[in-house]
């Protein structure tokens, strides 16, 4: 099933419409079947991930794909598993394997549901009841809600999906669609009712008439069936439509015709159900999640100077009075401490930025700056780097399992690899530690106190002491004492009046 564009609905909000039983049952009889409906509360939760995702373009499963620095899928397991479903499966087809493993990965306990070739949601779905109650002894284990969500909803909030739970529990409903109101409602399979309000049935795009085709109220892919009602309603389903696909729409209407109450409840945030078919839409969605992110920082005393061009993952954290300017990527497990400044134009990925330093225009990964360090700009901390307070990386400098303490600078133009560089050091221009011989990396040390001349090469391993000064130009081979001065006896030879031999 093809999405269209979300538009805010302002109808329908919340709002429960359930068909009218043909079997009337008392008051009490209800309400105990609701009291034994809450208690056993989500039974299974089945995510539907089988799909191919033709129009992304893509040889990654358009589920994988990510968004806040988590796939599709992974954003929709993790709002399912905020209810405790008793079990959770997902059903996977296309690149079976890669999904399935993805899949794990989110929650090792976690059922995997093989999909065969015969095509269509309610197909998938037919395979889960199959596999989650077995041989049919285990049917009676199967006895409460059942929810069924689309894994390329990654705006899907937990709140959402427990108040359609909540709904359909407290209104009695054999099956629950959640709806969305929609000012394009272009592929989208259609929530017609009769005169009263009364959900008949879902009418897919393919298959709509021109009065059908004008509805805006949208099926969004993410139902509630009390699990007897479900099993009941899947068996049957054909491939009788235009896609030639089993439709998970139609056991609705087979609900209905049952007797069993089948309602709807509209999602309060359009945001929550749309659906992602390709890039245009992933990026779209991107952007208004990211904003919300920004949003919520901000409230919570965060600086951003541009919300627009600033992008920060779900798994970041950052304290009170951070200031983060134009043009930064904060991304992955990235902790930014009090009173830091961030930017312009700096990533951070699993970074660790102490309180008051400062990081522009620079890259900085799975390193931890110290508290009032100063790096930038254009510095690439690659990961395993421990810089502590009020150090200093500088213009153009490489870091990589670099260990700083306290006090010492790398102004600019150096490569620091494999090295630990004691207090209150100094690093001049142009400064290289060699640490690959060809084979193996090699630790350099460099004492505290140390003042190292421009253009030095260290070749590691090598270790030089305290209190050390290196003359400009210097080769270190051998190990250095403290309180020593070490130079390379580098000859300036000098050839008066030469020309080259084209001007000769």
Known sequence: MSRGDFAGGTTHQGEILTTENSQQTSKSQHDGQLQQQADEGVSAAIILAAGE??????QTPKVLHALGGKTLLNRVISSVQQLNPQRLAVVVHHQAERVAAAARSYDDAVTII???????????VQCAMKQLCGDGQQNDKLSGAVLIAASDMPLLDAQTLQSLIHAHIESGNGATVLTAMLDNPYGYGRIIRDQQGNVLRIVEQKDANSTELAVHEVNTSVYVFDADVLSASVEGLDSDNAQGEFYLTDALEEARRSGRHVGAFAAPDALAVEGVNDRIQLAHLAKAHNR????????????????ETTWIEDDVEIACDVTVLPGCFLQGHTVIAER????PY??????RIDEGATVERSRVQESHIGAEANIGPWTYMRPGNELKEQTKAGAFVEMKKAHIDKGSKVPHLSYIGDAHIGEHSNVGGGTITANYDGVHKNHTEIGSNVHVGADNVFVAPVEVGDGVTTGAGSV????????????????QHEKKHWKPSWER
């Not at 919300?292 to 919300?307: H, Y």
């Not at 830091?340 to 930017?343: R, T």
């Not at 700096?346 to 970074?351: H, P, Q, R, S």
């Open 476 to 491: 270190i081979r051998h190990q250095v004492a403290d309180n020593s001065m070490v130079y390379s006896e580098n000859t």
């Open 346 to 351: 700096t990533t951070l990925i699993d970074a």
């Open 53 to 58: 995702g033709t129009r992304m373009c893509s």
């Open 292 to 307: 919300r992110v920004c949003e919520s920082w901000m409230l919570n005393g965060v600086t951003i100077l541009d919300p």
């Open 340 to 343: 830091a400044v961030v930017g």
């Open 114 to 124: 093989r999909q065969d070739d015969i095509p269509g949601t309610g197909r998938a």
